[in-house]
């Protein structure tokens, strides 16, 4: 006998215990949603189930969001991909009910392992590209796996004096989140999470040890920042930002190598890239230069568009996000709009 139950996945011990396990992972993690839900005022679902035992074994987290933007359900927003935690079809299909039961539309990233994919009510509506690292090798056995030009990239580093730091304090987290606002506006013309948003991932991560800030160093001024998250065996790269005048000295690669480093000196088992859009072959280059397995993260959708969707929004923000991430504005104002705005991209 199974019981399907609803839980709060942020505080419910039957979500913690399945999110621990083999199916879980940093995006259905409680920290991660918690972090997630406190920032944007969301309010998360989950259905679990028991098994007999009393155990569970079967799962799916979401967020209802209704606003400006239209009235839809995510699972989960903001994550590169939250598979549901179950073994096969009919477990999904158990756990899915409520999330597939009424007509408010779902979208779904997961792997393309996920048996999510086999169900006939989901539609594939975008794909992108996932990457791993396996860290079980010795160092010395995973550094010649590397390709010759993340090596030598690595090397390059190494004789410009590129200094990383590696922190687990909260100043290190806001002064990443500058270079993140900087990279955001001026390579892609888009706002920035808000530093509320990181300053509650790191309250959710630090007690647990599972945090760290890398700050890539030039002269004394950092001009590189990465932020990885630690959730059960593996290492999750999250954000990254440089400035792009010292890309020449490979910032980024030196801190890539100090975080395999400490995983590897930690027992972690893995170092999860995370997305990459398709429409970026350059980023999926050099992801497979770190001796990184490759998949493919899945869309899906059923119901279609947000109920209430309308064009002449979609228009608006995009104009207000164009006009706040000109060059002439100040970097300021930049992060200020994207604390205001960002919870509507979503």
Known sequence: MTAVQRVDPRTHPLWHELASGPGGSLFTSPPWITAVSDTYGFTPSARVRVDDSGSPDAGVAWIDVNDLRGQRRVALPFCDRADPIVEDLTSWQAVAADALGDEVPLNLRCLDTSPAVEDPRLSTIGEAAWHATPLTRSLDELHAAFRPQTRRNIATAERAGVEVILSAEAEAVREYHRLHVELRKRKYRLLAQPREFLDRIWKAFSPADAIRTALAMVDGRPV?????????????????ASQVEFLPLRPNDAIHWQVIRWAHG??????????????????GRYKRGWASVEGRIRTLNAGGPPLGRR??????LAAITDLLTDPSVPQAVTARAGAALYRFFC
Request: negative net charge; glycine residues 12%.
């Open 311 to 316: 064009t002449d929004v979609e228009e608006t």
């Open 224 to 240: 590189a920042g990465a932020l990885y998250l630690v959730w059960q065996d593996t290492a999750y790269y999250k954000f990254g």
């Open 266 to 283: 930690r027992g972690l088992r893995m170092l999860d890239w995370g997305l990459s859009d398709l429409d970026q072959p350059g980023l």
